[in-house]
């Protein structure tokens, strides 16, 4: 599934205190998925990685109660509060990568939300997440009776749902264009070789970090090879060579542009991405009219992803004068 669509599944499901378990390759956003889903529906969120743990320490820890002359247990402190007020998910992180004497520690919390003396609050649901056992991560095949006590899903990597979250993130504009001219190079991961650096969602992201970083040019390769790859890395900035060749961004916004004799594949891709980037969630609608004018003078492929980035940025177009004109220009491509 791709990610939006996990998302989605996942957030209905722990309304209904289902146990989910998400597989994927690393890097591809798993952790980050669940933590926005904790963030949107203003739920608490508990990281807790059973790798760290020993087999006992769910339980507690046993102590002698004089009140009642018998011996109870001690909940650990990283489980939520038993309590029926807070709302959250307790997210069981790289749960493969426990040993097998920890994972069936977790047998009675994943299925009957108790362990010990401690119960999980009503309004705590549990998620968790860990690599595929043909990715070569320091992983343990998952006892049937654990897997058995979750619902699963595996993720895939999808460039339309990391595009739109890259706008969101304000990736650099450069590197989103990169991705749209060879959606390939978002995740290259091979588990058959020994690379340390491959390129992957959270490698790019480590990417446009380093370029934010204000990084000397001449260390911008380097720096790029040890997040993404060097493949990858070498690729992006023969593309970023383009960016000399871009017109003015503020001329198309303002009409003085109205055209653009080139069709090159990577400079229409880094204009189309570029003028999104400027004007996302700062824009006139004079703006909004210049571009649609300018979209119509395009090759056809590029004048619609334009168009429908700007909507996926919640851009308003449909108001423009121009929207008629481009709609029956092009809607016989739209089906």
């Given at each position: 599934?791709?990610?939006?669509?996990?998302?989605?599944?996942?957030?209905?499901?722990?309304?209904?205190?289902?146990?989910?378990?998400?597989?994927?390759?690393?890097?591809?956003?798993?952790?980050?998925?669940?933590?926005?889903?904790?963030?949107?529906?203003?739920?608490?969120?508990?990281?807790?990685?059973?790798?760290?743990?020993?087999?006992?320490?769910?339980?507690?820890?046993?102590?002698?109660?004089?009140?009642?002359?018998?011996?109870?247990?001690?909940?650990?402190?990283?489980?939520?509060?038993?309590?029926?007020?807070?709302?959250?998910?307790?997210?069981?992180?790289?749960?493969?990568?426990?040993?097998?004497?920890?994972?069936?520690?977790?047998?009675?919390?994943?299925?009957?939300?108790?362990?010990?003396?401690?119960?999980?609050?009503?309004?705590?649901?549990?998620?968790?997440?860990?690599?595929?056992?043909?990715?070569?991560?320091?992983?343990?095949?998952?006892?049937?009776?654990?897997?058995?006590?979750?619902?699963?899903?595996?993720?895939?990597?999808?460039?339309?749902?990391?595009?739109?979250?890259?706008?969101?993130?304000?990736?650099?504009?450069?590197?989103?264009?990169?991705?749209?001219?060879?959606?390939?190079?978002?995740?290259?991961?091979?588990?058959?070789?020994?690379?340390?650096?491959?390129?992957?969602?959270?490698?790019?992201?480590?990417?446009?970090?380093?370029?934010?970083?204000?990084?000397?040019?001449?260390?911008?390769?380097?720096?790029?090879?040890?997040?993404?790859?060097?493949?990858?890395?070498?690729?992006?900035?023969?593309?970023?060579?383009?960016?000399?060749?871009?017109?003015?961004?503020?001329?198309?916004?303002?009409?003085?542009?109205?055209?653009?004799?080139?069709?090159?594949?990577?400079?229409?891709?880094?204009?189309?991405?570029?003028?999104?980037?400027?004007?996302?969630?700062?824009?006139?609608?004079?703006?909004?009219?210049?571009?649609?004018?300018?979209?119509?003078?395009?090759?056809?492929?590029?004048?619609?992803?334009?168009?429908?980035?700007?909507?996926?940025?919640?851009?308003?177009?449909?108001?423009?004068?121009?929207?008629?004109?481009?709609?029956?220009?092009?809607?016989?491509?739209l089906g």
């Amino acid at each position: 599934m791709k990610p939006s669509h996990i998302t989605d599944t996942v957030s209905k499901l722990i309304e209904q205190k289902l146990p989910v378990f998400i597989w994927g390759a690393p890097g591809i956003g798993k952790s980050s998925i669940v933590k926005a889903i904790a963030r949107e529906q203003n739920m608490e969120f508990i990281d807790l990685r059973l790798s760290l743990l020993d087999p006992t320490d769910l339980k507690g820890i046993p102590f002698f109660d004089s009140t009642t002359n018998e011996g109870v247990w001690a909940k650990p402190s990283f489980l939520p509060k038993s309590d029926n007020v807070s709302k959250g998910i307790l997210f069981l992180d790289e749960i493969n990568s426990a040993p097998p004497a920890v994972q069936a520690s977790a047998y009675q919390l994943v299925l009957d939300r108790k362990v010990g003396e401690y119960e999980l609050p009503d309004g705590w649901s549990i998620v968790a997440a860990g690599n595929r056992e043909n990715d070569r991560g320091v992983v343990y095949r998952m006892p049937p009776p654990l897997a058995n006590r979750f619902v699963h899903f595996e993720m895939e990597v999808d460039f339309e749902d990391w595009k739109a979250w890259a706008y969101r993130a304000n990736v650099d504009a450069s590197i989103i264009a990169f991705l749209q001219y060879d959606p390939s190079r978002l995740f290259s991961f091979d588990p058959t070789t020994n690379q340390k650096s491959f390129a992957t969602p959270r490698s790019w992201e480590f990417a446009n970090r380093i370029l934010q970083s204000g990084i000397k040019q001449e260390l911008l390769h380097e720096s790029l090879s040890g997040a993404v790859g060097d493949d990858s890395a070498v690729a992006y900035l023969g593309f970023t060579k383009v960016m000399h060749a871009l017109p003015d961004i503020d001329k198309v916004l303002s009409g003085e542009i109205r055209s653009i004799e080139s069709e090159d594949i990577k400079l229409m891709m880094a204009l189309s991405i570029g003028i999104v980037n400027r004007v996302k969630g700062n824009f006139q609608q004079d703006q909004v009219d210049n571009l649609l004018a300018f979209s119509m003078q395009l090759p056809n492929e590029y004048a619609i992803m334009l168009i429908k980035d700007m909507q996926l940025n919640g851009i308003e177009i449909e108001s423009s004068p121009n929207w008629g004109k481009w709609v029956e220009k092009f809607a016989y491509l739209l089906g």
